[in-house]
């Protein structure tokens, strides 16, 4: 039987991507495997929102080739397109259009033997359609809303590589989200590259969806994957408020928590309207998760800067933290910015703010201990389940329980590594 290995790289975006290849080449005939062992085909799908992003991208592709010198090596996705200069080490090449047309480029290949290129292009045209009924290997299932960014923030190549914004059929979504609830689906996480900017092309909004989403019987919980605090409006907070299938759980990028620093990143916020919009929010649900992402060593970042920041996150009590070094990415505005942070200073920041971002979650977690919540159980290992609550909580138990499934859990003790222990009520 052919074999094909898949490597996914980066965001949630790109998951959804592979899983609809996945989908493609089974229904083509190909057993899929781990992308660590020997297979006639590779699927690599890119990253580039980082330096860090670019090497384990090329890493992989050289990995892979490695693996198997006679094997097909497709490259996909954002380093694809940052990097057009890879053709020599990719049998087929496509950067963030035409990624459907993936088994047809292999196959025209296979036949001719001549690399399939799709030339890069700065305008991405139409969303480009896929369409999931199952999720293969996951308890929650992700739907593709939207892919693009208009904002350029000086530090990010995402817009470059992206594109503007565009957003999937209203009606399609819906009838994808019903497919995959009648395959036994409780939570979706709508996932995009804005995702919150959905609609703003087809004459549609995002608190629009949510609302026609939240309606779609069976579905017991839906996610988003990400939301600027900046698209929480008024529409936004009351679909929030009236339909508890939304989760108690929003990811809201900060990135600084210093007005002088947002400034120079070009964000669309100060702290200020940050603030405020949070105490909006929990006014709406008290206990819930807010994570965040915070970069630091940003050019010109003093150290009373990043003090300003810390403070800031303690101050908002976020559950989460993830923390990224500035990286500089070529043809962004950042690029021409002076004052740029030295490597050394940039990790011990990453080191005070991680370790502030550990304190902030036992914090959380340590609330709910003696309390009963909704556990969606995702794995089995050793005797233990594993799963997530509504606010993204992790709990383990070695009570019997059904995967894949909402059990309600009495939380007993907090564990290392943020992790809760739990018991099912007799």
């Given at each position: ?401 059904s995967l894949h499934t909402i059990e309600k859990i009495t939380i007993t003790e907090l564990l290392e590594n943020h992790t809760l222990r739990g018991s099912k009520q007799k």
């Amino acid at each position: 039987m052919k074999t094909v290995g898949f490597c996914t790289l980066g965001c949630k975006v790109n998951t959804y991507e592979s899983a609809y290849l996945e989908e493609l080449f089974q229904k083509d005939g190909y057993q899929v495997k781990d992308y660590h062992q020997p297979c006639d085909v590779y699927v690599i799908n890119t990253c580039t929102v980082t330096n860090e992003s670019d090497k384990k991208s090329r890493k992989m592709i050289r990995f892979c080739r490695k693996l198997n010198k006679e094997a097909i090596i497709i490259g996909m996705g954002c380093f694809i397109e940052a990097h057009p200069e890879l053709v020599d080490e990719l049998d087929i090449r496509v950067g963030n259009r035409g990624k459907k047309d993936v088994l047809k480029l292999l196959h025209t290949y296979q036949q001719t033997k001549r690399k399939q290129i799709i030339p890069i292009q700065k305008e991405k045209g139409h969303f480009e359609d896929m369409f999931l009924t199952s999720f293969h290997g996951r308890t929650r299932a992700f739907v593709k809303i939207q892919d693009g960014c208009e904002n350029f923030c000086t530090y990010c190549i995402i817009p470059y590589v992206r594109g503007k914004c565009r957003s999937k059929d209203f009606k399609t979504i819906l009838k994808e989200i019903k497919e995959l609830v009648l395959n036994g689906y409780q939570e979706v996480v709508l996932t995009g590259i804005h995702t919150g900017h959905y609609g703003v092309d087809i004459n549609h909004s995002f608190a629009e969806l949510l609302e026609a989403i939240c309606q779609i019987d069976g579905l017991k919980r839906l996610r988003i994957s990400s939301i600027e605090i900046t698209e929480l409006g008024d529409d936004f907070l009351k679909v929030f408020k009236e339909n508890p299938i939304i989760v108690d759980h929003l990811h809201i990028p900060l990135q600084a928590g210093c007005d002088r620093t947002l400034k120079r990143m070009g964000r669309k916020y100060d702290l200020s309207y940050f603030e405020n919009k949070v105490a909006q929010i929990r006014k709406i649900r008290p206990n819930i998760a807010l994570t965040t992402d915070v970069i630091v060593g940003f050019p010109e970042e003093s150290e009373q800067d990043f003090q300003t920041t810390l403070d800031t996150v303690a101050r908002i009590g976020f559950m989460k933290v993830h923390v990224f070094p500035f990286s500089l990415r070529k043809g962004t505005a950042a690029e021409k910015l002076k004052g740029h942070i030295d490597e050394h200073t940039k990790k011990e920041r990453v080191r005070r703010l991680i370790q502030l971002s550990d304190e902030l979650e036992d914090q959380y977690l340590k609330k709910f201990i003696g309390k009963e919540e909704d556990v969606l159980f995702e794995t089995l290992k050793d005797g233990v389940y594993t799963g997530h609550t509504s606010n993204y909580m992790k709990v383990v138990t070695s009570d019997e329980v059904s995967l894949h499934t909402i059990e309600k859990i009495t939380i007993t003790e907090l564990l290392e590594n943020h992790t809760l222990r739990g018991s099912k009520q007799k």
